[in-house]
């Protein structure tokens, strides 16, 4: 079974700072793990994958994240935040098992920016 | 190329009432994948069809159904609606399944059908 935890519910901060979002993942196989972001009335939108290449995963918009077996985390940094970035990010576990399209998702973040 | 399309956007429906949703991936694709998003409980899988075939399920009343045509555009509906069903349902397309994992473009979701059942 596959479990993701995303600690807190907000964060805030101020634009220019640093943005770190926290995900740790429980899977009973090696997993794939995703960040997706939510803006208002808005689907899902893909930021980022780990597909167990590159333990550093660059994405769009300027996020990272980097794959960290030993602590089971997939946390998702941007070095400096904008207020463009305010939305939802949800990170989601996908078990490495070939054909199971089935997410499982955290309950996610609201990332709030201040200018 | 043209994205996932959900139809309608927005939806309101009475108690006890049934409700089809319809979802068109993105060409080509040919799996996809239903989610419910409540304020509650979040993003909750409910189903995944490939090839007119329901491959995998999420723990939802048999109330939720779907099905799948033969040009991939799939349907789930909801009968005897209850007031917890108001929810956001999204819907995800990838080539195959699976493929959204190891793929570029993980998987490509719509932006929705909000229903709200009164």
């Known amino acids: 079974a596959q479990s993701v935890t995303q600690l807190g519910s907000h964060v805030s901060v101020s634009e220019g700072a640093l943005v770190l979002l926290r995900c740790n993942y429980s899977?009973?196989?090696?997993?794939?793990l995703f960040w997706y972001v939510q803006y208002p009335n808005q689907g899902l939108q893909l930021l980022l994958k780990y597909t167990s290449a590159a333990t550093l995963v660059k994405g769009i918009n300027g996020f990272e994240a980097e794959f960290k077996k030993s602590e089971t985390s997939f946390h998702l940094t941007k070095p400096s935040a904008h207020m463009s970035d305010a939305a939802e990010y949800f990170c989601?576990?996908?078990?490495?098992?070939?054909?199971?399209?089935?997410?499982?998702f955290g309950k996610g973040i609201t990332l709030s920016v201040r200018p | 190329k043209a994205g996932v399309t959900q139809t309608p956007r927005y939806l309101i429906k009475t108690r006890g009432q049934q409700v089809t949703l319809s979802c068109s991936p993105i060409?080509?694709?040919?799996?996809v994948s239903w989610y419910q998003q409540t304020p509650g409980q979040g993003l909750q899988f409910l189903f995944e069809y490939f090839s007119e075939t329901q491959r995998n399920k999420g723990n939802f009343p048999g109330r939720f159904s779907g099905r799948q045509f033969s040009n991939s555009r799939s349907e789930m509906n909801v009968s005897t609606l209850e007031l917890g069903d108001s929810a956001l349902y999204l819907c995800?397309?990838?080539?195959?399944?699976?493929?959204?994992?190891?793929?570029?473009?993980?998987?490509?979701f719509g932006s929705g059908t909000r229903l709200t059942v009164v």
């Open positions: 060409s080509g694709h040919r799996s």
């Open positions: 899977s009973s196989v090696p997993p794939y």
């Open positions: 995800a397309s990838s080539w195959i399944p699976g493929q959204g994992a190891y793929s570029n473009y993980g998987y490509t």
């Open positions: 989601a576990v996908n078990p490495y098992t070939g054909a199971n399209s089935k997410l499982t």
